[in-house]
C-alpha cells in the first residue's frame, strides 16, 4: 500500500505481535489484500469487482476483516450502487478490529495508494492462489498430526489429502452411489413441481411446458418469424408471474427493446391498443403517451432487468448471469430465466478456426451456464437458407446454422413459421386467377403463427398454432 501502509500490515505478515501466530505461518499476504481492497473502493471499479466474485470468496481473505469489508463490498454492488469506502462505513462502525486500526478512516486509508488499480488483477489472482494454499497446508498439516495417532487408517488420511488437492479440479462434480441418486430422484418427485411459463401464450405453454431449471432452449427461426416478438412476450408474461427474468439484446437497444415491450403490454387493452410503429416513430398523441407512461412504470416494477450490449463472448455473459442472479436475490427475487437474443452474436472466449467450431463452443459453454447457475436458459437463433427452398417453408433440426452442436445440447428446439409472411413475398401480378387463390390463401393464414416442438428432450414434440399481431408486436 506504499508508503501510508500501517506497520500492522507488516506485523501480520510476517508473524509477529499476532495472537494467532501458529496460522500466520500460513502463506499469506495481506497488503495483497488491502491493495484490492482499495481498488475495488475506488469507485467505478464494477468489471473489476465481478472478476473477483468469479475467483474469491470472503474466507479467501487472511484478515478476517478483509473479508468482512469484501463481503460489504459485493452487498452494495450487488445492490447496484457505486462502491466507495463512503458507501460501505455503515458496516463497520461497530467492527472490533477496525477500530483497533484507527477506527473508520482505515477505509478511507485503502485506497490511498494509486498503485492498487494498476496491480488489481495480479493481486486478485494472487490472493485467490495464496488461499488454495492454505487450504491445501492445513490440510497436510492436519494430515501430519493424525499420522501420529496409530488408530487411524492410513489410507483415510490418504484419502482427505487428496480431496483437498484435488478439489478445484473437481469443483461442480457430483458422484453418488446408486442409494444416494435414488434417493435424489424420489426427493425430486415429492418436491413442488418448479419451471418458468409464459401465462400468455396459452398454446405454447401447453406444447413446451414449464421451462425447468439448468434447460437450454433454442428458440430458432429465419428472419420475419417473430423471434423477439415472441421472446419478449414470454419474458414479460414470466416475470408478471413472478419468476426473475434477464434479457440479454445482443441485436436490439433497450429502448427498442422497451418499445416492444410496452406496445404488447398495451395490446391487452382492446380499446387502449398504441401501435408500435407509433412509439418508434415518435408520433404519439396525447391520450397515447399517457397510456405509455403508464405501462412503462407497471413493467418497471417486474423482475425484470435488460442487458443491452452489441455483443459478448460466452464467458462475458456467464458473469452477467452471475450478477444478475446477487442483485435480484439483494431485491427479494430470484433469477430464474436468462433470454439471450441472438446466438449468432455471441462468441466463444478464443476464436477457433472455423465458424462451426465457434458456434459448437457456445453452444456448450451455454448449456453449462443454464446448469451453473440453475436458470432456464432461452436462446434464439437464426436458421439457414435451406428452409426457404423448401415448397412448404417448414423447417426441420439440420436447419438450425453454422453447428450441429446446438440439437445435441439443448434440451428443447422450438422453430417458428408465419406462412402470411413468405406468401406477402410472392404476390401474382398479372395472372388474376392465381391473384385469387394468392389471396384465399392469404387470407386463410392472416395473423397466423405456428410453433413447432421439434425436440423435446424430456417430453413428446409437436405443433401449436397462435396468434401473431404484427403491428403491436404481440403474440397469443
Not at 498439516?141 to 488420511?157: F, L, N, Q, S, W
Not at 437458407?385 to 423448401?390: D, F, G, P, T
Not at 417448414?394 to 439443448?410: F, H, K, T, Y
Request: aromatic share 6%; glycine share 8%; hydrophobic share 40%.
Amino acid at each position: 500500500m506504499g508508503t501510508d501502509a500501517p506497520t500492522w500490515l507488516e506485523q501480520y505478515a510476517d508473524g509477529t505481535n499476532h495472537e494467532r501466530s501458529p496460522v500466520s505461518a500460513l502463506p499469506s499476504n495481506v497488503e495483497a489484500e488491502a491493495m484490492l481492497l482499495g481498488a475495488m473502493l475506488m469507485g467505478d471499479a464494477g468489471a473489476l469487482i465481478e472478476r473477483c466474485v468469479d475467483r474469491l470468496k470472503s474466507g479467501a481473505f487472511f484478515f478476517p476483516l478483509h473479508g468482512r469489508i469484501f463481503e460489504a463490498i459485493l452487498r452494495e454492488h450487488a445492490l447496484g450502487r457505486n462502491v466507495t469506502s463512503v458507501t460501505i462505513k455503515g458496516y463497520f462502525e461497530n467492527d472490533p478490529d477496525i477500530k483497533g486500526l484507527g477506527g473508520l478512516g482505515y477505509l478511507a486509508r485503502l485506497t490511498a495508494d494509486p498503485m492498487a488499480l494498476i496491480s488489481a488483477r495480479d493481486n486478485c489472482d494472487l490472493v485467490a492462489e495464496l488461499a488454495r494454499r492454505r487450504k491445501i497446508m492445513i490440510a497436510m498439516r492436519d494430515a501430519y498430526e493424525r499420522c501420529i495417532d496409530p488408530t487411524v487408517e492410513v489410507t483415510e488420511i490418504v484419502s482427505d489429502v487428496d480431496a483437498a488437492i484435488d478439489e478445484q479440479q473437481t469443483a461442480g462434480i457430483v458422484e453418488s452411489d446408486a442409494d444416494e441418486v435414488m434417493t435424489a430422484a424420489l426427493a425430486e418427485l415429492d418436491a413442488e413441481h418448479v419451471g418458468v411459463s409464459n401465462h400468455r401464450i396459452e398454446v405454447l405453454d401447453d406444447l413446451l411446458g414449464a421451462l425447468e431449471p439448468k434447460s437450454l432452449t433454442y428458440l430458432a427461426a429465419r428472419p420475419g418469424m417473430g423471434k423477439t416478438a415472441v421472446a419478449t412476450n414470454y419474458a414479460i408474461g414470466a416475470a408478471r408471474a413472478g419468476h426473475g427474468v434477464c434479457f440479454v439484446s445482443l441485436e436490439m437497444s433497450r429502448e427498442q427493446l422497451a418499445g416492444r415491450m410496452i406496445a404488447d403490454v398495451g395490446f391487452e387493452n382492446a380499446d387502449r391498443r398504441v401501435a408500435y410503429s407509433a412509439i418508434q416513430k415518435r408520433t404519439l398523441n396525447s391520450w397515447e403517451r399517457e397510456r405509455v407512461n403508464d405501462i412503462a412504470r407497471w413493467i418497471g416494477k417486474l423482475p425484470l432487468s435488460v442487458v443491452d450490449a452489441g455483443s459478448l463472448t460466452v464467458g462475458r455473459l456467464d458473469r452477467i448471469v452471475r450478477s444478475q442472479k446477487r442483485r435480484m436475490a439483494a431485491k427479494g427475487n430470484k433469477l430464474e430465466l436468462v433470454v439471450v437474443d441472438y446466438l449468432g452474436l455471441l462468441n466463444p472466449d478464443q476464436a477457433s478456426r472455423s465458424r462451426y467450431e465457434d458456434i459448437g463452443k457456445v453452444s456448450r459453454r451455454l448449456k453449462a451456464i443454464a446448469k451453473d447457475h440453475e436458470v432456464a436458459l432461452l436462446c434464439l437463433a437464426q436458421l439457414s437458407r435451406a428452409v426457404e427452398q423448401r415448397p412448404d417453408k417448414r423447417p426441420i433440426l439440420s436447419d438450425l446454422r453454422d453447428s450441429g452442436d446446438i440439437e445435441q445440447d439443448a434440451d428443447a428446439v422450438l422453430f417458428l413459421l408465419r406462412e402470411e409472411y413468405y406468401l406477402n413475398q410472392c404476390e401474382p401480378q398479372h395472372d388474376m386467377e392465381k391473384r385469387e387463390e394468392w389471396q384465399a390463401k392469404l387470407d386463410r393464414c392472416r395473423g397466423a403463427i405456428e410453433f413447432i416442438l421439434a425436440k423435446r428432450r424430456n417430453g413428446t414434440t409437436g405443433t401449436a398454432k397462435g396468434r401473431f399481431y404484427g403491428p403491436y408486436q404481440a403474440v397469443r
